[in-house]
């Protein structure tokens, strides 16, 4: 398993996720360790229309196309900076984006991508920017079929 060939590094660029790319960048072996770079859009987006302000559905239309723009916008600025990263360090790396329950999309992706080792940030600190997406650690640690590694 050590050094592992395929380490999935789940990150979105918070400040855990940065905690996660160090550690897993400590554990990554330049040549013998493939990344995935899982980024998952926790699924609290889908229903965010703004039907509480925009009053026609023209308006409510424009309003998402706007946000799924500047999701996508900040997804691929994510993806850009760690694939930089990975390159600076003789890491190959690919990204997967995914739209869900982070913990779901995370087994998923895991199993698709034949991890040998999943890597995840801490939980958000209360008062830290960024997403709170609510990660069920229960449901991700016992689907896994191989180790979680958590970084502080």
């Not at 905690?19 to 770079?37: K, M, Y």
Request: one cysteine or more; hydrophobic letters at 45%.
């Amino acid at each position: 398993m050590f050094p592992p060939k395929t380490l999935l590094l789940a990150h979105h660029g918070t400040a855990g996720a940065l905690r996660a790319e160090a550690l897993a960048f400590a554990i990554a072996v330049p040549g013998a360790t493939n990344i995935v770079h899982a980024l998952v859009v926790p699924d609290f987006w889908d229903g965010m229309q703004g039907d509480d302000w925009l009053n026609n559905a023209s308006t409510r239309d424009t309003f998402a196309r706007h946000l799924e723009g500047q999701i996508e916008a900040e997804n691929a600025q994510q993806i850009a900076a760690l694939r930089e990263h990975c390159e600076a360090r003789g890491l190959a790396c690919r990204s997967q984006v995914a739209v869900g329950d982070p913990a779901e999309c995370l087994l998923e992706m895991a199993r698709d991508s034949g991890a040998d080792l999943v890597v995840i940030g801490p939980p958000r600190k209360k008062g830290e920017p960024g997403y709170r997406s609510r990660m069920n650690l229960e449901t991700l640690a016992r689907g896994l079929a191989c180790p979680l590694l958590m970084a502080r």
